[in-house]
């Protein structure tokens, strides 16, 4: 499902009420999405709504404030997707 601006009532990000709209179209709750991003100014609300948040280092020096899980590359993603799935998923870890 692609979400766009216009089924976010043109609330973009970082706004919580944008990441509220996107879990409720999904039916999912905040704490069973994850976000990834290249700017942690958009991580913040999510991490605080309860999301998993995964910055993408590109290249500015930012820190990771907000981040749950700081990658330097897309490519990486498996890697904490695989760790995830460690520390939430217990016997069902090999299922993500």
Do not use: W
């Amino acid at each position: 499902r692609i979400v766009d601006v216009r089924d976010v009532e043109y609330e973009g990000k970082p706004h919580p009420v944008a990441y509220r709209r996107v879990c409720e179209i999904l039916g999912a709750l905040p704490e069973e999405c994850l976000l990834v991003d290249d700017n942690t100014r958009n991580l913040i609300a999510a991490r605080e709504l309860g999301m998993v948040t995964v910055l993408v280092q590109d290249g500015t020096g930012a820190t990771g404030e907000g981040a749950d899980f700081v990658i330097s590359e897309i490519e990486e993603l498996g890697t904490v997707l695989a760790r995830i799935a460690l520390e939430y998923g217990g016997e069902n870890a090999g299922s993500v």
